[in-house]
């Protein structure tokens, strides 16, 4: 498997369908698409995953008892088989071909270990949206990426692909806040 995309849900059925149906369409034939439903209340969100499921060849589909976010990527990572994972959350969409734009660039340089990718945040929104871009820079260490490259702005997990050994040893710390940021630097380090 090339790539593993975890996604974990919660009670989102509304986005949810057109979250995954923007990483099934991303062209990638080696990729596993892994919906981790953190102990979803709605009974909607378990009838759509299995809906999609039917569709998806790719996607492979799980429930386990309310854990919180960071217990869901946890679970995903456990099963994930890919050289490479990246995470989104139910409630957000890729455009079309980001995946194809960005694997390649792992495959230029064997020292490259995760790569960022531009997003829009707060997408709709009259006066919050933004569209964050990053130019083609390389970092060679954490100080560089952290402060030069200002990542504690974007230390975001939905907006990177990673190679999956740099989770060998490093999990989402489970009930705490701002995982993303708790994570990252150890990821980079």
């Known amino acids: 498997m090339k790539l593993s995309v975890i996604i974990p ?5 509304p986005t949810l369908e057109r979250c995954v149906k923007s990483v099934a369409m991303q062209g990638i034939d080696n990729m596993e ?19 999609l499921c039917l569709t998806i060849p790719q996607m492979i589909y799980q429930r386990q008892n309310h854990a919180g976010l960071s217990a869901a990527r946890n679970h ?8 490479y994972v990246t995470f989104i959350d139910s ?13 390649p660039l792992f495959d230029k340089d064997s020292k490259i270990d995760l790569v ?10 009259d006066k919050l ?3 964050v871009c990053f130019q083609d820079l390389e970092y060679e260490g ?17 907006n990177k692909i990673f ?17 993303d940021v708790a994570v990252l630097p150890d990821i980079v380090k």
């Not at 990718?117 to 997408?123: A, L, R, V």
């Not at 954490?142 to 939905?158: C, E, N, T, V």
């Not at 740099?166 to 705490?176: G, Q, Y």
């Open 76 to 83: 995903g990572l456990e099963i994930a088989t890919g050289t």
């Open 163 to 179: 190679k999956r050994w740099l989770f060998d040893k490093v999990r989402f710390p489970v009930a705490k806040n701002f995982e």
């Open 116 to 125: 960022e990718f531009s997003y829009i945040d707060k997408e709709g929104h």
């Open 9 to 13: 849900i919660f009670n989102t059925g």
């Open 33 to 51: 698409i892994i919906v981790i439903d953190d102990g979803s209340t709605d009974p909607q969100c378990n009838l759509l995953c299995k809906q």
């Open 142 to 158: 954490f100080r560089d990426y952290w402060l030069k490259g200002k990542a504690y702005r974007h230390a975001y997990m939905w």
């Open 91 to 103: 409630d957000d969409y890729l455009e079309p071909g980001t995946f194809a734009a960005v694997l």
């Open 129 to 131: 949206s933004r569209t």
